[in-house]
């Protein structure tokens, strides 16, 4: 699971049109949906879980 969210990661830092994405779902649901179309297999509990790290800056990508 780590390789997956360090290829996430590394998503969100390379391709703006990825990360513009990401940061437009609503659910952690719709992220891995997004995650898995773009060929990374993460669940929506390792995202929730990672909220506050998958983006520079520490703030959370969906509410709690």
């Given amino acids: ?3 997956e969210l360090h290829h996430l990661k ?3 830092r390379n391709d703006s049109i990825f990360a513009e994405a990401l940061r437009s779902t609503e659910t952690t649901e719709q992220a ?4 898995w179309e773009h060929g990374i297999a993460v669940t929506p509990e390792a995202l929730w879980r990672n ?10 990508t969906w509410r709690g």
């Fill in 1 to 3: 699971m780590f390789d």
């Fill in 10 to 12: 590394e998503m969100l």
């Fill in 32 to 35: 891995a949906h997004l995650a």
């Fill in 51 to 60: 909220r506050g790290t998958l983006e520079s800056g520490g703030m959370p």
